[in-house]
């Protein structure tokens, strides 16, 4: 079983375009993320919900739509697609978000989104 | 906003041996931790480190937390093939009341190849 899945694995589209990565945690986690691993490799967090609701929102643009149905998902919606929305998006959960927060994340094995 | 700088960029070393990677910081964290990213995969948490000063060792991988709070490093001894891999180092802030929501700051990364 995997912890944290996301799907899909691989999407390419148009600028432009609206598209959806889903993500869900078997973990039993109450915290969940979106991080975004850009070509070089450098993994900055975007957005986190603990239990439904948002606790951190970076500096992420409006186009980006994080929704958390529960707490066991956390889809994250993109409109108008650009270029530089092309990276690998990684999901991951944690057990919590308060004191107890160990810094321990489990990621999904991400999804390459390539924007033409 | 926090940025940790982290080195060397890359590696290339025989099997067999021993590697040391860094990161430093600007500002201090109360947690330090060390993942892993294999390929096609998401990063997979190798070590944490709670306290200043600390060492800890996970079978040949060894890390320790700055005394400064600002910096950390991660030697792995005997490096195998299956090394290979990108480390990132990553730190986390606890805010008030000891609630850090999981936000991790990840260096740059260090990519590592082992020659058989």
């Known amino acids: 079983d995997t912890a944290v899945s996301q799907t899909p694995k691989y999407l390419v589209t148009q600028m432009g375009n609206d598209k959806s990565i889903k993500c869900e945690q078997n973990?039993?986690?109450?915290?969940m993320y979106w991080y975004k691993q850009d070509s070089k490799k450098f993994l900055k967090i975007m957005f986190s919900?603990?239990?439904?609701?948002?606790?951190i929102n970076e500096t992420v643009p409006n186009r980006f739509s994080p929704k958390s149905p529960d707490k066991a998902h956390l889809n994250l919606h993109i409109n108008s697609l650009e270029l530089g929305d092309s990276a690998v998006y990684f999901c991951?959960?944690?057990?919590?978000?308060?004191?107890?927060?160990?810094?321990?994340?489990?990621f999904g094995e991400g999804s390459r989104l390539t924007v033409l | 906003g926090q940025q940790l700088n982290q080195s060397p960029q890359s590696m290339f070393i025989q099997e067999g041996e021993d590697v040391s990677m860094n990161c430093t910081s600007s500002?201090?964290?109360?947690?330090w931790l060390w993942y892993k990213q294999d390929p096609g995969e998401g990063p997979v948490l190798l070590i944490a480190?709670?306290?200043?000063?600390e060492l800890t060792s996970n079978g040949r991988l060894t890390a320790q937390f700055g005394i400064t709070r600002k910096d950390s490093f991660l030697n792995i001894s005997a490096s195998i093939p299956s090394d290979v891999g990108i480390y990132f180092c990553?730190?986390?802030?606890?805010?008030?009341?000891?609630?850090?929501?999981?936000?991790?700051?990840f260096g740059q990364g260090t990519i590592l190849t082992v020659h058989p």
């Open positions: 991951a959960s944690s057990q919590s978000s308060g004191p107890a927060n160990t810094g321990e994340l489990f």
């Open positions: 973990l039993g986690h109450d915290t």
């Open positions: 919900y603990n239990n439904k609701e948002l606790i």
């Open positions: 500002s201090i964290f109360n947690t």
């Open positions: 480190l709670y306290k200043a000063g």
């Open positions: 990553a730190g986390q802030l606890l805010g008030a009341g000891g609630t850090s929501y999981g936000k991790l700051t």
